[in-house]
């Protein structure tokens, strides 16, 4: 049963499967999806898709999962979102931003978000993770778990105030932020 409209979470986790750890997004959201939460709504997908502006803007709180490049990284990392204005000749759809820009612009509405950005470092031709990535993955999968309890327990809903990527202070313990 799909639960009522602002009422949910919405886990999307993405990226390739067929490129090793950059499948690492899915692994979590479908790692998710098998734990019993009626109130969780869980997508696991290739990439991003302007598609999910209005499931997004009838989720309580939105949680991207995505694989990071960043070879500084140690453990995963999370970031509020926000919505920031389109840029001077941005034409093309890239992220989790433009699915919230969407969201407010198309549906009026911008729940919570966050993106929950994996460490990984094989970008290959395999269907497997790597052995440091599901380390990596299992970790976030307990960083996805505490923001949806804390998504459910806090009904606020962002407004545009502040550019994408500026750090927004989070009550999760122990979790690192970008």
């Not at 009904?155 to 970008?178: D, Q, T, Y």
Request: include cysteine; proline fraction near 6%.
């Amino acid at each position: 049963m799909r639960a009522s409209p602002n009422s949910h979470a919405l886990v999307i986790g993405y990226g390739s499967t067929l490129r090793g750890d950059d499948g690492v997004g899915r692994y979590v959201a479908d790692a998710i999806g098998r734990q019993y939460r009626p109130q969780v709504e869980v997508v696991s997908v290739t990439q991003l898709l302007p598609e999910f502006a209005g499931p997004v803007a009838n989720a309580r709180a939105v949680i991207f999962v995505d694989a990071c490049r960043d070879a500084d990284l140690a453990t995963p990392q999370v970031r509020e979102l926000v919505v920031e204005p389109v840029s001077a000749g941005q034409t093309h759809f890239a992220g989790p931003a433009d699915i919230l820009r969407l969201s407010q612009t198309c549906f009026g509405r911008v729940p919570r978000a966050w993106l929950v950005s994996v460490p990984a470092k094989q970008f290959g031709i395999s269907s497997e993770l790597s052995a440091a990535v599901r380390g990596q993955a299992e970790a976030a999968v307990t960083i996805v778990g505490k923001l949806i309890d804390e998504a459910l327990c806090d009904s606020r809903i962002m407004k545009l105030s502040l550019p994408l990527g500026e750090v927004i202070a989070s009550p999760l313990e122990g979790v690192h932020h970008a």
